[in-house]
DNA sequence: GAGTTTGAAACT
DNA sequence: CAGTTTCAAACTC
């Protein structure tokens, strides 16, 4: 379903609708196609009558079930060069973003307990299917050698040598940092506890195990491109900025996105706990009904620029409902 | 313990 | 490189 809008570039647009319309002034604007005309689409106007707007959706399948999973027929391959073409028009600066330095966490530096090296602790691993020769395989993934596990067809012994050190080299081959701790690489001159590679977190906010971030217990991070995360500062209170920003996806738009330059001038307008942050489930359901609307638009021959009117409507329904419900 | 969910790793 | 499949662990009941 995320197919057709880059599910970053569908956060960014909603949150930078909500942060707009929290604000109160200014007014999402949207190019129309590469071809047209800039023409803004405004959407705020359509809010004031909120009762009568929702009352014409009433026929609308489509938003009646906004939060449902809607079965999308088809595929729509829109060109999405184009559509990028029409983003969110802002100013393009070329502001950075700068962390708080001074959120410093304080780092339980007293040392975890260190597992004595002699019980090694290591959790057992269970695998099947992969030889325990795949990164698959914690142990593997540790560099260790298979111990006490439950596995079957185990090669990572040294009874295998040759087989284990194949397939070291190959993922070595595919990821140099393959076999280096994941966390904990505190690069010189690095203030905070520096993080992994991130994670990519839809389902989970980040808060279950399934998330590499939270089971190392740190922090989501810029890096991470994870959808609805509530793993990061425990009182987003205390910077509606940072926890706010961390819903976007920062750590790909190398610092001079539009919509996050434009994000970052909004947002120390807003009241903090007016924020409203998206789950999963409500990008889903949008990115669905989204879809929708382009298929319909599709189907009924409708031009780019009306198609385009039609999804950005529909998104205006969507998120209306995901304000007010 | 069986069955489901999840997201990294692997694959195409 | 993006989309899809595989995989073993995390989770639920
Ligand atoms: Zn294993
Ligand atoms: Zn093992
Ligand atoms: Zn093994
Ligand atoms: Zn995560
Ligand atoms: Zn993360
Ligand atoms: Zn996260």
């Known amino acids: 379903e995320l197919k057709f809008l880059r599910r970053k570039l569908i956060i960014s647009y909603l949150f930078q609708v909500i942060c707009q319309l929290e604000g109160g002034t200014q007014i999402l604007c949207i190019n129309n196609c590469a071809t047209q005309e800039l023409k803004p689409v405004y959407l705020l106007p359509q809010y004031q009558d909120q009762h009568n707007y929702l009352q014409s959706d009433v026929g609308n399948p489509?938003?009646?079930?906004?939060?449902?999973?809607?079965?999308?027929?088809?595929?729509?391959?829109?060109?999405?060069?184009?559509?990028?073409h029409g983003s969110l028009q802002s100013v393009a600066s070329t502001a950075t973003f700068q962390p708080e330095s001074n959120l410093q966490v304080k780092v339980p530096s007293a040392g975890l307990p260190c597992r004595s090296g002699f019980t090694k602790s290591k959790k057992?691993?269970?695998?099947?299917?992969?030889?325990?020769?795949?990164?698959?395989?914690d142990?593997?993934?540790?560099?260790?050698f298979c111990c006490n596990c439950n596995c079957n067809n185990c090669y990572n012994n040294p009874l295998h040598e040759t087989e284990r050190f194949k397939a070291i080299k190959v993922c070595?081959?595919?990821?140099?940092?393959?076999?280096?701790?994941?966390?904990?690489?505190?690069?010189?001159?690095e203030v905070k506890p520096h993080?992994?590679?991130?994670?990519?977190?839809?389902?989970?906010?980040?808060?279950?195990?399934?998330?590499?971030c939270f089971e190392a217990k740190i922090m989501c991070s810029s890096i991470c491109?994870?959808?609805?995360?509530?793993?990061y500062e425990e009182s987003p209170d205390k910077n509606p900025q940072l926890t706010a920003l961390n819903y976007m996806d920062i750590g790909s738009n190398e610092g001079n996105n539009p919509v996050l330059t434009s994000a970052l001038e909004i947002l120390p307008k807003l009241e903090k706990d007016r924020l409203r942050y998206l789950s999963w489930e409500e990008v889903k359901a949008t990115c669905t009904c989204l879809l929708v609307q382009a298929e319909e638009a599709e189907k009924r021959g409708y031009s780019d620029c009306l198609g385009e009117r039609m999804i950005m409507e529909e998104f205006g329904r969507c998120l209306s409902q995901i304000l007010h419900a």
Request: charged share 25%; hydrophobic share 25%.
């Open 139 to 144: 142990c593997f993934a540790n560099g260790d």
């Open 172 to 189: 070595l081959d595919r990821n140099p940092e393959a076999f280096l701790p994941k966390i904990g690489q505190t690069k010189l001159g």
């Open 62 to 84: 489509v938003t009646a079930v906004l939060g449902q999973y809607l079965p999308v027929s088809g595929k729509l391959d829109l060109n999405e060069q184009e559509f990028e």
């Open 225 to 231: 491109k994870c959808i609805g995360c509530k793993n």
């Open 124 to 137: 057992p691993c269970n695998c099947t299917k992969s030889q325990c020769l795949k990164l698959y395989c």
């Open 195 to 212: 993080h992994n590679k991130g994670c990519n977190c839809r389902r989970s906010g980040c808060l279950k195990n399934y998330c590499e």
